[in-house]
């Protein structure tokens, strides 16, 4: 079945780049997603790319795609403390259709 | 637009109750999703609606699990009876297209 794996951890210090990884298996998922979770609080979109795109940027956030690998990165330039967050990578092969997640990826920033 | 709305927020119940979790999704969305949160087996897929319909039901975990649309503002997700190992955090996700949108989440303890 599909699988989607990520990192359990990141630290970073403020300011810094932030860079969080994903691999994913089924070679059909048309759309991925990263979602971000604060503690006791719900699953907030961040971005989402198509699988016929490489790249796409939305202000601090770069989302790259490698589709042959399978491997989708999120890059959050000027990470600040309030970016502390769990990331969930998730897939899916159609619009409309239920989210394979991974794990997801504590970030941590040091001040 | 509120965005999606789920009750309540907390649950606390004893071993063999019935527990009743409700979802308001986003207006004008057609599909809506159930999933469940624990730390152990990440997020998961319990079942989804299009258009009022359920279409994938095979995440429910067994009888005790039932959900329902009975029209597009409203769904609930039942447990009868409860047991410790439900406990988890519960989230309602809605979406019109490509892009689900969560609410803030049920938080169950079952004691």
């Known amino acids: 079945g599909e699988d989607v794996e990520q990192s359990l951890f990141l630290s970073v210090r403020e300011g810094d780049s932030s860079v969080i990884n994903c691999t994913y298996t089924?070679?059909?998922?048309?759309?991925l997603y990263w979602y971000k979770q604060e503690p006791g609080a719900g699953l907030q979109l961040l971005t989402y790319?198509?699988?016929?795109?490489d790249m796409k940027q939305d202000q601090r956030l770069t989302v790259l795609l490698n589709k042959k690998d399978k491997h989708l990165s999120l890059r959050i330039a000027d990470t600040q403390t309030g970016d502390s967050a769990i990331y969930f990578c998730?897939?899916?092969?159609?619009?409309?259709?239920?989210?394979?997640f991974g794990k997801g990826t504590r970030l941590s920033v040091i001040a | 637009d509120a965005g999606v709305i789920q009750s309540p927020r907390h649950e606390v119940t004893e071993m063999g109750q019935e527990v009743t979790l409700r979802c308001k999704p986003i207006?004008?969305?057609?599909?809506l999703f159930w999933y469940r949160q624990t730390m152990m087996r990440g997020l998961e897929l319990l079942i989804y609606?299009?258009?009022?319909?359920?279409?994938?039901d095979s995440g429910m975990p067994e009888d005790r699990f039932s959900a329902k649309m009975p029209n597009a503002s409203f769904s609930t997700l039942k447990i009868q009876p409860s047991e410790p190992r439900d406990s988890a955090v519960y989230f309602c996700?809605?979406?019109?297209?490509?892009?689900?949108?969560f609410g803030p989440g049920t938080r169950l303890t079952v004691l």
């Open positions: 996700a809605s979406s019109f297209s490509y892009t689900q949108y």
């Open positions: 089924d070679s059909s998922s048309t759309y």
């Open positions: 790319i198509f699988s016929n795109m």
């Open positions: 998730a897939e899916s092969p159609s619009g409309n259709t239920p989210l394979v």
């Open positions: 207006s004008g969305h057609n599909s």
């Open positions: 609606f299009n258009n009022n319909v359920p279409i994938d």
